[in-house]
């Protein structure tokens, strides 16, 4: 699986958007971007992933570069709850479509009011 | 509700004694994980199934133990072999990673004393 780098930690207004970046520039083609994150103490939570094609949902937004090598976590609205640990993942598929995920340690984002 | 339930959520064990942390879902996945997670550090792989009656390794499965007699269940046992066994032990599940991400549960923390 592609290794991916992102910042330690980052900081967000609340009510501002959270612009947390992920490296990733070892990604092959068929190799999916997923972004999760994990209150403390919890399972992480799901929040979108993408192939290529930006993508959206009641979350996030998620924006790939062109060449894939790079890929933003967007919250568009920060509240104080989404202080978290964010992780950026990239994986293969392989043979099914189950895979693995192999988790980093991700970048602290703390939201302040 | 769907989901994956984990129990117990905090686990006390003596050195040396094996212990069975459960993991039981209800949303009809086929592929189940286990992972670790050290103080300040991501998750790391230990176990995974794809399918009923079968398992592979992951990354740190040595002291580790599964097994996977029914879709709903995917319970590990952290033997004595295991040299640092306190952590927070997550499960996941998901049905088609290229579609949908990791549901975690949330989380069961075994302190060996």
């Known amino acids: 699986d592609a290794k991916t780098t992102q910042p330690t930690s980052m900081d967000c207004a609340e009510g501002r958007a959270a612009n947390l970046p992920c490296n990733h520039s070892?990604?092959?083609?068929?190799?999916?971007v997923y972004w999760y994150r994990q209150i403390h103490s919890q399972g992480p939570q799901y929040i979108i992933h993408?192939?290529?094609n930006n993508e959206t949902n009641e979350m996030a937004s998620l924006i790939i570069t062109e060449d894939r090598k790079s890929s933003t976590l967007i919250l568009p609205h920060a509240t104080l709850r989404d202080t978290a640990v964010y992780y950026c993942?990239?994986?293969?598929?392989?043979?099914?479509?189950?895979?693995?995920?192999?988790f980093g340690q991700g970048t602290i984002l703390t939201v302040h009011p | 509700d769907g989901g994956i339930t984990q129990s117990p959520k905090y686990l006390f064990r003596k050195e040396g004694q094996n212990v069975t942390l459960s993991c039981e879902q209800n949303l009809n996945h086929d592929a189940m994980y286990w992972y670790r997670q050290d103080p300040g550090q991501g998750l790391r792989l230990i176990y995974y199934?794809?399918?009923?009656?079968?398992?592979q390794k992951g990354d740190i499965a040595e002291g580790y133990s599964v097994s996977r007699e029914k879709k709903e269940s995917f319970p590990l046992t952290v033997t004595s072999a295991q040299k640092n066994p306190t952590a927070f032990y997550l499960c996941a599940s998901t049905q088609e990673l290229r579609d949908y991400g990791y549901t975690f549960g949330s989380g069961t923390r075994l302190t060996v004393v």
């Open positions: 199934s794809q399918i009923v009656n079968d398992f």
């Open positions: 993408g192939l290529k």
């Open positions: 070892t990604i092959s083609g068929n190799e999916y």
């Open positions: 993942i990239v994986s293969f598929l392989g043979g099914t479509s189950y895979g693995k995920l192999t």
